[in-house]
């Protein structure tokens, strides 16, 4: 009760919020807290509903408003390589609100420091200024009311880029050695190995060079590069040489899957001033992987934040997606202070 009637204080300076409307607000946030929670529902509801309220019985949206919603709306961790679409990410949801407001988009792209939010446009029927001036405030909008309050917006017009041909071309030579790596390999036996991306093409002055990842526990190797060669040269391809490196395998497949985890991670808090993220990195040792969220924070946030963060990566974890690109693998997952100290540590 205490903490309610700081909050009403407060934003009462900023919303101009009447008696009644207070009182009526305050009446529902207290009749919500004595009914029995849904199965579905988080412990945070009642406060989302709270903010809700606020918003649609107060005659202002403030910024103080907006900064408030940050911080209590509860984070919500999608898995990229998720089926499931009605949980897209930010870059997506944008992409969307866009090309419902009737732009065609060339493409959507997040940066950090600065956050920055990039929305290229291709321009028919009007001015860049028009429709920066028409996109910017319903975009900052929508990033208000999803708990956003660290990105720049920058609407650009995009440009068609003269094109020689000479990009098709490589990537039609490309796409053949491709199949080419791929075939030999499962004819081989490594229908799995042939699944990873393996072959890649450098342009030289005068003609391409094929690269191949080999896998190190692959004993004909020799072998295999032998066909792969004799399969291009019978197909007549404008290569000059086969260089091959090796790697290993489970390694860099435990460290692609990482990646996408690490991202999903930080993609859910970054831009949100609460949790000041300013980067991610992540590694596999000795088949352990580790994920380090690093923040501006000088001191952990507050108990309930530090709650928060950890329900959500658990229950992250805990998705059929996730627990596929985990495996069998051990993991530690940090979020850092400035001085690199851990205030959250998930580990297996």
């Known amino acids: 009760m205490k903490y309610l009637d700081e909050q009403f204080r407060e934003l009462e300076e900023q919303l101009k919020i009447t008696d009644q409307s207070k009182n009526q607000l305050r009446s529902k946030i207290l009749q919500s807290t004595h009914k029995n929670k849904k199965p579905n529902l988080k412990h945070y509801g009642w406060i989302a509903v ?7 019985t107060s005659p202002f949206y403030s910024p103080t408003m907006a900064s408030i919603a940050v911080k209590i709306l509860p984070i919500s961790i999608t898995p990229n390589l998720s089926d499931d679409q009605h949980n897209p990410d930010l870059t997506s949801q944008l992409f969307e609100l866009v090309e419902k407001e009737g732009y065609t988009v060339n493409s959507v792209g997040t940066t950090p420091s600065p956050y920055t939010i990039e929305i290229s446009l291709i321009l028919k029927d009007s001015t860049l ?17 999803n708990g956003y309050d660290q990105y720049e917006l920058k609407v650009s017009e995009a440009t068609e880029a003269f094109s020689d041909g000479q990009g098709d071309k490589k990537e039609s030579l490309y796409n053949k050695v491709r199949e080419i790596v ?9 229908a799995e190995e042939a699944d990873y991306e393996l072959a890649g093409l450098k342009k030289t002055w005068f003609s391409n060079i094929v690269t191949i990842d080999m896998p190190d526990h692959i004993k004909e190797s020799d072998e295999i590069i032998a066909n792969i060669e004799k399969e291009i040269e019978s197909q007549n391809l404008d290569i000059k040489d086969i260089e ?49 969220i690093k923040t501006d924070l000088d001191k952990p946030p507050s108990e309930e934040i530090i709650q928060e963060i950890e329900l959500a990566i658990q229950e992250y974890l805990a998705l059929p997606e996730t627990k596929e690109q985990i495996q069998n693998d051990n993991y ?11 205030f959250v540590k998930i580990t297996n």
């Open 129 to 145: 200024i028009q429709a920066t001036n028409d996109l910017k405030p319903k975009i900052t909008n929508y990033l208000s009311e």
């Open 244 to 292: 091959v490196s090796t790697f290993n395998l489970e390694h860099s497949m435990q460290n692609g899957r990482w990646g996408y985890i690490a991202s999903d991670i930080y993609d859910a808090m970054a831009g949100k001033s609460t949790y000041q993220l300013t980067g991610v990195s992540y590694k596999v040792k000795k088949r352990h992987s580790y994920v380090s």
């Open 50 to 56: 709270a903010c809700m309220l606020l918003i649609i």
């Open 182 to 190: 791929k075939d030999v390999f499962e004819s081989y036996g490594y």
């Open 332 to 342: 530690t997952i940090q979020l850092l202070l400035k001085n690199q100290k851990a």
